[in-house]
């Protein structure tokens, strides 16, 4: 089934709203406590059932260097994008480019970055299919996992934490895994 582009809308959601998605939606099963934008997928006719979304925050530093040196503060990265199992094929991408046209007419921002995670199998797909451009894998890192809850647990909280921290928090790595990086400038 293929989405029809009258029968469906993409508009600002609360982040907790988000979050909770998020939660339940995304292999993560989590995301920052903090964000940019956060935009909705909906249909048309259940303007009040969230069908999927998307999260955007500020990189690292690092990274955002890596996509725009000049303007590195004016970069956004996509770090959460979920539907629900039952959405058409292509509501990521319909979503998708909705999100960048609204950040595009805001214009506080002029690069964005993603990574599509090769440990749940993502090659980048979507983002090709959005016109995205394809700047390499990454090197792989490891991937943290609470295992009281299976959620994914990022190293960067607020400030990096090391190896040993990791660990003395009782997480566990499920092994080292590599990223495709993708970068779109508006």
């Given at each position: 089934m293929k989405l029809k582009k009258s029968e469906w809308f993409v508009s600002p959601i609360e982040h907790k709203d988000a979050r909770a998605f998020?939660?339940?939606?995304?292999?993560?099963?989590g995301c920052s406590h903090t964000s940019?934008?956060?935009h909705g997928l909906f249909k048309v006719s259940e303007p009040d059932n969230l069908m999927g979304c998307v999260i955007w925050l500020p990189p690292t530093k690092p990274a955002a260097m890596s996509v725009n040196k000049e303007k590195w503060r004016q970069v956004l990265s996509l770090t959460?994008?979920?539907v629900r199992p039952e959405c058409p094929r292509n509501a990521c991408s319909?979503?998708?480019s909705r999100s960048v046209k609204m950040i595009r007419k805001d214009?506080?921002?002029?690069?964005?970055?993603t990574y599509a995670d090769e440990r749940v199998?993502?090659?980048g797909l979507v983002y090709r299919a959005s016109n995205w451009t394809y700047i390499g894998k990454m090197k792989g890192s490891p991937s943290w996992i609470d295992p009281k809850t299976?959620?994914?647990?990022a190293t960067q909280a607020t400030k990096t934490r090391t190896k040993q921290q990791m660990l003395d928090l009782g997480y566990e790595v499920a092994g080292s895994f590599a990223k495709h990086k993708y970068v779109l400038h508006l």
């Amino acid at each position: 089934m293929k989405l029809k582009k009258s029968e469906w809308f993409v508009s600002p959601i609360e982040h907790k709203d988000a979050r909770a998605f998020i939660e339940e939606h995304h292999y993560a099963q989590g995301c920052s406590h903090t964000s940019v934008y956060r935009h909705g997928l909906f249909k048309v006719s259940e303007p009040d059932n969230l069908m999927g979304c998307v999260i955007w925050l500020p990189p690292t530093k690092p990274a955002a260097m890596s996509v725009n040196k000049e303007k590195w503060r004016q970069v956004l990265s996509l770090t959460r994008m979920a539907v629900r199992p039952e959405c058409p094929r292509n509501a990521c991408s319909f979503m998708l480019s909705r999100s960048v046209k609204m950040i595009r007419k805001d214009g506080r921002f002029v690069s964005l970055v993603t990574y599509a995670d090769e440990r749940v199998g993502h090659d980048g797909l979507v983002y090709r299919a959005s016109n995205w451009t394809y700047i390499g894998k990454m090197k792989g890192s490891p991937s943290w996992i609470d295992p009281k809850t299976g959620k994914q647990v990022a190293t960067q909280a607020t400030k990096t934490r090391t190896k040993q921290q990791m660990l003395d928090l009782g997480y566990e790595v499920a092994g080292s895994f590599a990223k495709h990086k993708y970068v779109l400038h508006l």
